[in-house]
């Protein structure tokens, strides 16, 4: 644990940052921000902050932390209490400024078979039992979708409503614990989403508020991210944990880097290139993209950032000319939905862009928009909430975002989709 000092230190750094970052329109207020303790009825080796990620076609990464030294074993099966299978993993930590991280143990288990609940322990012995749900292995298959949690009373009703969904797999766009260096955040954000996060699969990106800088005293930037959130990059293809992508169920994920390089001779850009290239539309007739900087957006927020504009300007025609089927992003704390979109006119053969950086931060909500509503913009209103992207099908989707502004899981918008692999017009 660090200091009250330390802690201190910590969230004048968090405000001196943020200061640089003051956005120009005003934002409501907002409910209560959280922190989240250690249990009193976990111990030093206790596994915290559990949560669990895909790892190519039949496996789990298991990531948790112990403040004290413990094993990085996984034990698990089909039926509770009883583990047919051990694996062991890797252990590591890291240092930001005055503070030290527990010991972030990795352990990817299987092959594992899909739609089955399998019971598990992380560490010693006598460590608690959870339990997950593999995703399916066709369809149909349920994601959540949501960004820019952050960690107040918004956040825990938006989990509460995801949890409720019945979800396989969750996508979470960029910007998760807004910890902003204060680095004891990190620890309760893992905390506060452990009761979701180690029963389902949850697939991230990063956002600016994971780069955590700080000039002279921490130059890498996202130090706490990449320790901490590590996905399965190497199985793509890619070599930075910053963008990678997966499949699940017939769908191709596609999670880029909005604050690493994408510009056209970038790592980035030519993974993309090559990533899209081998989409077998047969075998993953959808294919969606995660960034967090959205690329179409109507709402004052974060308008003519670099990493919106020129991150466009790099890659649109890669995703329009492989048929994404549809852009999911955050950053904007509001939601909008455009219509099917390319250089800025409507295109049946482009993707649907949706912005869902609403899941409950600190911050508050994006207000205001910009008046009149473009053509392309269906739909767009400021509350907190999350989506869900019901596949059905080779050919059909459900997309539904669910307000919670008012404490309720309401549906305040939803369209069926057809994806693009199935239109004959737009072959390529």
Same mark, same amino acid.
């Given at each position: 644990m660090v200091s009250m000092a330390v802690r201190s230190l910590f969230i004048l750094v968090a405000f001196a940052g943020l200061l640089s970052f003051a956005l120009p329109y005003d934002r409501p207020s907002v409910r209560q921000s959280r922190f989240v303790p250690l249990s009193e009825e976990l111990d030093s080796t206790s596994a915290q902050q559990v949560h669990i990620s895909l790892v190519?076609?039949?496996?789990?990464? &298991?990531?948790?932390?112990?403040?004290?030294?413990?094993?990085?074993?996984?034990? %698990?099966?089909?039926?509770?209490?009883?583990?047919?299978?051990s694996t062991s993993g890797t252990t590591s930590s890291y240092h930001y400024l005055l503070y030290e991280s527990g010991q972030i143990h990795d352990v990817v288990i299987g092959p594992l078979e899909p739609s089955t609940v399998y019971y598990y322990r992380c560490g010693s012995g006598s460590g608690r039992e959870l339990s997950f749900r593999t995703p399916p292995a066709q369809f149909p298959i349920n994601f959540a979708i949501s960004g820019d949690l952050g *960690?107040? /009373?918004?956040?825990?009703?938006?989990? *509460?409503h995801i949890t409720n969904s019945n979800y396989d797999v969750f996508l979470l766009p960029g910007d998760l614990s807004y910890a902003d260096t204060d680095q004891p955040l990190w620890d309760s954000f893992g905390r506060l989403v452990e009761p979701l996060a180690s029963h389902r699969p949850w697939m991230v990106t990063q956002g600016n508020h994971e780069i955590e800088k700080i000039v002279v005293l921490h130059r890498t930037?996202?130090?706490?991210? $990449?320790?901490?959130?590590?996905?399965?990059?190497?199985?793509?293809?890619?070599?930075?944990?910053? %963008? %990678?992508?997966? /499949?699940? !169920?017939?769908? +191709?994920?596609?999670?880029?880097?909005?604050?690493t390089d994408f510009g056209t001779s970038s790592a980035q850009y030519r993974w993309l290139k090559a990533d899209l290239g081998k989409v077998d539309r047969g075998r993953t007739p959808w294919v969606v993209v995660l960034v967090h900087a959205p690329w179409y957006n109507s709402n /004052?927020? +974060? *308008?003519?950032?670099? *990493?919106?504009?020129?991150?466009?300007?790099?890659?649109?025609?890669?995703?329009y000319g492989a048929r994404v089927d549809v852009v999911f992003a955050g950053h904007v704390h509001a939601y909008e939905r455009f219509t099917r979109v390319y250089k800025e006119q409507p295109n049946d053969c482009g993707p649907i862009f949706i912005t869902i950086g609403d899941g409950g931060n600190r911050e508050g909500l994006a207000s205001t928009y910009i008046d009149p509503q473009p053509k392309i913009s &269906?739909?767009?209103?400021?509350?907190?909430?999350?989506?869900?992207?019901?596949?059905? $099908?080779?050919?059909?989707?459900?997309? /539904?975002?669910?307000? $919670?502004?008012?404490?309720?899981?309401?549906? !305040?918008?939803? &369209?069926?989709?057809? $994806?693009?692999?199935?239109?004959?017009?737009?072959?390529v």
């Open positions: 190519g076609k039949d496996k789990m990464r &298991i990531s948790w932390i112990t403040d004290d030294d413990a094993p990085a074993t996984v034990r %698990y099966g089909t039926s509770p209490g009883v583990y047919g299978f *960690q107040t /009373e918004w956040t825990s009703s938006t989990l *509460q930037p996202f130090t706490s991210y $990449n320790a901490r959130w590590r996905v399965p990059f190497e199985e793509s293809g890619s070599t930075s944990n910053l %963008y %990678y992508s997966f /499949e699940v !169920a017939g769908v +191709h994920v596609v999670m880029l880097g909005s604050y /004052e927020a +974060h *308008q003519g950032e670099s *990493q919106s504009v020129d991150m466009k300007a790099a890659m649109e025609d890669l995703v &269906i739909f767009r209103e400021a509350s907190f909430g999350h989506g869900r992207f019901k596949v059905a $099908n080779a050919t059909h989707a459900l997309w /539904e975002w669910h307000r $919670n502004d008012d404490g309720d899981s309401v549906v !305040a918008d939803s &369209i069926w989709l057809k $994806n693009l692999a199935s239109n004959p017009t737009c072959k």
